[in-house]
Every structure is written in C-alpha cells, then in structure tokens.
C-alpha cells in the first residue's frame, strides 16, 4: 500500500541537524557539486536548448519559441515576479525563514537553482526539484518533463520512492519540504496527468490560490505554454531588453495580456 504523507522533519528539526541532512555525506556533497558543474556547462550547449524548444514546439507547447535573449529576459522577470514573492509568502506564512530555506534547498542540489526555466536541465535535476520544493503550480514542471522521453516516468518513481521512504536522497529532501501531505499530492497529479494531461488538475499551493494578485501572476508563469508566451513577447533587442529590466518594477500587466491573446493547442 502507497504512502501519502512523508515525515516533515523540516518543521520540528533543529538548523544544525537539518544542514547536515540537506548537504548529506562529503561523498554525496561532492556529487551534487559535479552536477552544479554539468548544469553550469549546460549553458554554453546551443544544440541541446534548440532541440528542448523543438520537443516543445512539436509537443504544442510552444508556437513561436523565444530567442535566447527573451528567454534571459523571461527568466529574470519569472523569478522576481512570480517565483520569489510568492514562495517568500507562502514560507512567511508557515513561520519558515526563506532564506534559510534557500540555503536547504542549495545544499540539498545546488544544479536545481540555476536554471530557472528548466530547458537544459536534465530530468533527475528537474524531477529533484519538483521533489524539494512544494510548487505553487507544478504543471510547468510537468510540461517541461513531458518533453524528455522518461521524464513522467521517472518522477513518478522517484515520487513513490520518496513516500515509501527509500530515495536515495530521503534525509536531505525531508530537510528541506515542510508539508507532510505534498508528495502525495504530486503523486496523484503526476498519475492523473500521465493519464490525460489535458484532464489533470494541478494542485495549486493555497497562497497562491487564495490570492487574487499571486492567482492572476499564476496564469502567466504556471504553465509553460502561457509563460513562453510571456517570453516571446519580450524585447527582443539588448536596448529593449536593458530597458525592460532596469524600469519595468511591477508585474507588467500590458505584456501579459498580450501573451493571453495568442492561445497554443496545449494552453490553459
């Protein structure tokens, strides 16, 4: 019989114990660390981010791919906008310092933090982070998955490892999540969504639910067809693309209405 709670240690643990459990063993520290490296490595590979926006593209998630300006662009406007204020709120809602909570998830894998939008991530470093990180709206990840030959496969696996208690990195992932109910229901999702990703209902975290500001951001950046949209509506020139990011200080509604007026096949 399948788990659906796992324990919680990161709400009763104290900060000395749970950096032990996310850094792990010295061996295991070094092997997160070689990941970092081929993560960071990553970037300089053009082919393999061409070939993730053609996957996408052929999946009908994408319509006119970003160019690698709009996605830099993108990325930086997803993180400031979206992703960091409302993890910083929902952590401040559950008593929980997030810049500690960045310094787990940093020892936990360090690669998971420096690809913002997953494209020249492998499918362990996105599906890790799926499993430390309860996610506003994890359909982004999903898509994104969606688009590696045994991307749903392997979450779901690792998923079920995590709730029987045999991942490889059960310490340190219980270092980091806080909510003893979430890989349940990332479990339930990802089986739903394997089953008909068009039928599947994400969960999406209560602060962002209960939100009008976050639930109206979530409708831009929480899927990936509505983010790319997003990005391809970017400059798409240095100029432009200065200026967006040194004046623009606010969640540009004008831009992303404009995303919303061109709907893909895949879209919400």
């Known amino acids: 019989m399948t788990m659906t ?3 919680a240690r990161r709400l009763h643990a104290s900060p000395v114990a749970l950096l032990r459990d996310a850094a792990g063993s010295p061996r295991a520290l070094a092997a997160k660390l070689v990941r970092l490296a081929k993560a960071l490595r990553a970037y300089a590979d053009a082919d393999a981010l061409d070939h993730r926006l053609a996957r996408l593209v052929a999946l009908g ?3 006119r791919p970003p160019t690698r300006l709009q996605l830099v662009v993108g990325s930086v406007d997803m993180l400031r906008f979206w992703i960091s204020p409302a993890a910083a709120d929902y952590y401040r809602s ?3 310092d997030y810049t500690f909570h960045q310094v787990l998830r940093f020892l936990d894998d360090p690669a998971s933090l420096v690809d913002p939008t997953g494209f020249l991530s492998s499918v362990d470093v996105i599906v890790g982070h799926l499993l430390q990180v309860v996610h506003a709206n994890p359909a982004y990840d999903l898509q994104l998955l969606e688009s590696h030959d045994d991307g749903l496969e392997t979450l779901e696996r690792q998923t079920l490892a995590v709730l029987a208690g045999t991942h490889p990195r059960q310490r340190s992932i219980g270092a980091v999540v ?3 109910t979430y890989h349940g229901r ?7 969504y394997r089953a008909d990703p068009e039928a599947a209902l994400a969960p999406v975290r209560d602060n962002v639910a209960g939100s009008p500001r976050f639930a109206q951001i979530e409708r831009t950046f929480g899927t990936l067809p509505a983010a790319m949209r997003y990005f391809a509506e970017l400059p798409r020139e240095p100029l432009g ?4 990011l040194l004046t623009v ?3 540009p509604e004008a831009i ?7 709907m893909s096949r895949r879209a919400p």
């Open 5 to 7: 709670t796992t324990d």
């Open 61 to 63: 998630y994408l319509e």
């Open 94 to 96: 559950r008593g929980i």
């Open 178 to 180: 806080e909510d003893s």
């Open 186 to 192: 990332l479990l339930e999702y990802v089986r739903a």
């Open 241 to 244: 693309a200065a200026r967006h």
């Open 249 to 251: 200080r606010d969640f």
């Open 256 to 262: 992303a209405a404009r995303a919303g007026a061109g």
